[in-house]
């Protein structure tokens, strides 16, 4: 056995050492295994690297494991992305990292040697990824490393780089798998959502397009939420219900909460939450046609709840439209037929648009003519009471507005007297008269029957008369002397017995023929005329005197009396025809 | 004639002789590597003996088989489990002569008694307490390779590389001929004899020991 001086070229370190020789055959020296096999714990430590994901934890199997490679350690690491790494050993110091780092910046994606304060040699290793430098592994030492293990150092810093390389390019990709998942869950939830969406609609719009009306709506809200459901008008009059545990009887806010109530959904233009209920508004635009109500007490209504309630609002506000619509159609008919026939048209063309109503115009009718008003003053709204007053009742579907008055045909023998105490009801409160003119037999007559009601009405405000409904018929003497057809005779007769009272009264507007009129009427009694006059008696009893002196009447006289009544009626009766 | 022998993960073989390092990450990974390699032992009829630290040595035996299972096998003296406290630690300290004398203890009368092959495993992060004696790790991991001819044996060590870092890794390749890793077996031509790796660890930098405790998870 000898031994000679052997030089072994691995992977690019050049080793020279006295190896023993033994029969011309080489064996291999121990500081050679001693590289290899570091090299083979390399190729360990650079799977274990390989398989992690985490950056952090690479950098620190790395770093520790510099001193196992020879006598140095890790002065520091530093990526190009974040900089000084946190869990690595860093250089001392914000100086030392600022000098360090502008010599890694000349250094470019190379590696070479730093100039480090208390290191007798440093060096930064480059760490390359896949796309170019990522940073440096700077590894300080007592006195410069051997060749090999520079090299084991070159090694492990370009595996570390790979490594590193590989689970930044993994966690983007994780991210981008998350990202993807997480559209696609998006994308999922919003596909089930329009699908549940059409369903809804679907389902809703079969209930619109069948007839099934606002039962069915309410019945189809139900059915897909589960929830009892309510159609209320806009006064919070229940119209249709669907599910259990009806209430009996349906409650009713006051008219002012009501009103807040429908303020606020509108403000807000989405269902609203109010008293254990979900109430979402039935509108075309600004015109509240129902509310479509979710009763919810628990609060555990949903978003799909909150769709199929919105959505079964919208097909009610289509369906309460329709039949407004109608309404509205079937009403302005029925305003033409009225007004024709209040008008004196034809009879022929009164009888055609009747039929279009299927309405009996044949049979004996009687004109209303209803003034009043509610709490405030809303002709729209006084007009829909009346009209829904007089199909309550009975007492008519014909109708229209003129003037301030709303005129209804009332087929002969409706309950009007119960008429004005329904428009009441339905307006809250306010005021309400009613003339009844005759009946009318025939479509031409109507005309004289609207006459008639007129001045029924007026014949009670000039008497001051007390009663809500006032029908032309009970009105006596007033009835006659209006079918006088010359008023100029009963013009004349009024003059003979009243002209120099009613000359008085103009001149110094002064009261004495309303004094004597009232007088007569209460049959001569000072006390209940001056009651009804609001004076005192002694006030009547002076007008009395200055009647009898203008007049030159003696009241005491029972035929003088009869005259000057019949006069007073007379007189009472030409204001009313004439205005 | 060569005696190979299962692993016990499918596709994995061992050799009579073979001092393989086994590196996993967590409890998890762990077992899926010890209960296949205990129990494919303990049906072939091998002595296996189980040295634990991160985890209760019931639990292992609960892992291992049904209870009359296990019952037979420790009443057979076939099975032999124990806590790092009772072998690498069980003098409070640890020492390569006593705990190679561990290993003797068991395998020698084995063999030589009614088994005709014995696998050992040993769950080696008891390294990482602050125990007297501890820094002897990689030269203990050598000194088992003189151990492992003298008789019919395997014995598998167990490092956890969620607790063991950088600095150990390559020190105990160097003294593993083979090296289990990401469920393969990896054959170490390179690996140093003990006197090798004794010789020339003397003239290098030992591990610093204290330096794993430092950073490690555990």
Sequence with gaps: MSSAARSVDIAGSRLTTDVPVADGA???????????????GLLVLSMVMTESTDERQILDLATRAVPSLGRCHVAGVRLVNSGWHATSPPCAGPDLRVAVGAQLHQLGGGGGMLAIQNEQWAWAFPLRGLEGPIGHLVVGAPEEPSGSEQFLL?????????????AWLHTKERATAQQLAAANTALAQTIRALERSTAIHDQLTRVAVSGEGQEGIARAVHKLTGFPVAVEDRYGNLRAWAGPNRPEPYPKDPQARREQMLRRALREDRPIREAGRLLAIARPREDVLGVLVLVD??????????????????????????????????????????????????????????????????RPHQVLVVEGRGRRRDEDAFFHAVRRAARDVGAGVLLMARGRAIVVLSPTGAPFD??????????????????????CERPSEFPRSYREAQFALKMQAIAKGVAQVVQFDALGVYRLLSEVPDTAGVERFVRSWLGALLDYDARRNSELVDTLTEYLKCGGSYDTAAQSLSVHRNTLKYRLQRIREISGHDLSCPETRFNLQLATRAWQTLMGLRS | ???????????????????????????????????PYLRAGLVTGDKCICVVDAVEPRQVLSALGSEAEVNGWISDTQLELRASTEAYLRSGRFCTEEMLAFWEDFVGPAVTGKFTFARSVGEMTWA????????????????????????????LCLYDLERFGGEIIIDIVKTHPRILLGGMVVDNPNYLEPDEFLAIRSRSAPVDIQHVYDHSAG
Aim: proline share 4%; charged share 25%; aromatic share 4%.
């Design chain 1, 26 to 40: 080489a064996k291999v020296d121990p500081l050679l295994r001693d590289q290899l096999s570091n090299l083979r």
């Design chain 1, 418 to 439: 119960r008429l004005c105490g329904a428009v009441l009801a339905e307006l809250g409160g306010g005021t309400c008269r009613i003339g009844v003119g005759g009946v």
């Design chain 2, 128 to 155: 990482l307490r602050q125990a007297p004696g501890v820094d002897e790790l990689i030269g203990y991991e050598s000194e088992l390779n003189r151990f492992l001819p003298r008789y019919p044996q395997v014995i």
């Design chain 2, 1 to 35: 004639m060569t005696h190979t022998l299962e692993l016990g993960i499918p596709g994995l073989r061992l050799t009579a002789g073979d001092h393989v390092c086994a590196f996993y990450r967590g409890p998890g990974e762990r077992d899926e590597i010890l209960i």
């Design chain 1, 154 to 166: 070159r090694v492990l810093a370009q595996q570390t780089g790979v490594a590193l390389a590989n």
């Design chain 1, 297 to 362: 007490p628990g609060g555990t209504a949903g978003e799909q709840e909150l769709v199929a309630l919105e959505h079964g609002a919208t097909v009610l506000a289509m369906e309460l439209a329709r039949l407004r619509s109608l309404a509205d159609t079937e009403l302005r008919v029925r305003r033409e037929l009225v007004d024709h026939l209040l008008g004196g048209g034809d009879e022929e063309g009164a009888l055609a648009l009747a039929q279009m109503l299927d309405y009996d115009l044949e």
